[in-house]
T-cell receptor, first 112, second 113 residues
Framework: AQSVSQHNHHVILSEAASLELGCNYS??????LFWYVQYPGQHLQLLLK??????LVKGIKGFEAEFIKSKFSFNLRKPSVQWSDTAEYFC??????????FGTGTKLQVIP | DTGVSQDPRHKITKRGQNVTFRCDPI?????LYWYRQTLGQGPEFLTY????????KSRLLSDRFSAERPKGSFSTLEIQRTEQGDSAMYLC???????????FGAGSRLTVL
């Protein structure tokens, strides 16, 4: 069975600070990896995804994530956060014919 | 393309009552998923359909839960004899054949008193 672990439950940053949210997964084969975001009052939406190829993937709003196969990790990064990045972030994995499994989420609060 | 629609957005019910949620996926998407999300948790998989066939059900889905997708378009999720532990956000998502990116609806929030 596949699983996802997100290390930080709640992160508070000041505007312009750099962000890195940790995500580790467990699955023995080829995986698809995702970061979804849920802004306050809105539904879950895709931030970025990794299927294959370049392990550094770029998403919307300046976010990027790096797939490190040897570490089973897919950490999310942004060099300089904005107040509008306040949201909950979910890492997710899909291995083979499995369904998409989500982590428990990280709430990011950006202070102006 | 109006996205994934869910109805109702919020349902308050008394323990023991039955409730039904509806999901209308994106029209060309043949896969439809139901997830449940409680406070402080990520979405948990409940079940999914490919066209009208229900291909997988989670162990979380007790026999009080039933889902249908009769014509391969909209889907319903029914919870019979609701319990307070059923209080959660019920999320529907859809995706096209061969695609792995889920498009979510806004969810249906269930409160069981």
């Amino acid at each position: 069975a596949q699983s996802v672990s997100q290390h930080n439950h709640h992160v508070i940053l000041s505007e312009a600070a750099s962000l890195e949210l940790g995500c580790n997964y467990s699955y023995g084969g080829t995986v698809n990896l995702f970061w979804y975001v849920q802004y306050p009052g809105q539904h879950l939406q895709l931030l970025l995804k990794y299927f294959s190829g370049d392990p550094l993937v770029k998403g919307i709003k300046g976010f990027e994530a790096e797939f490190i196969k040897s570490k089973f990790s897919f950490n999310l990064r942004k060099p300089s956060v904005q107040w509008s990045d306040t949201a909950e972030y979910f890492c997710a994995v899909k291995g083979g014919y499995q369904k998409v499994t989500f982590g428990t989420g990280t709430k990011l609060q950006v202070i102006p | 393309d109006t996205g994934v629609s869910q109805d109702p957005r919020h349902k308050i019910t008394k323990r023991g009552q039955n409730v039904t949620f509806r999901c209308d996926p994106i029209s060309e998407h043949n896969r439809l998923y139901w997830y449940r999300q409680t406070l402080g948790q990520g979405p948990e998989f409940l079940t999914y359909f490919q066209n009208e066939a229900q291909l997988e059900k989670s162990r979380l889905l007790s026999d009080r839960f039933s889902a249908e997708r009769p014509k391969g378009s909209f889907s319903t999720l029914e919870i019979q004899r609701t319990e307070q532990g059923d209080s959660a956000m019920y999320l529907c998502a859809s995706t096209g054949m061969g695609a792995n990116v889920l498009t979510f609806g806004a969810g249906s929030r269930l409160t069981v008193l």
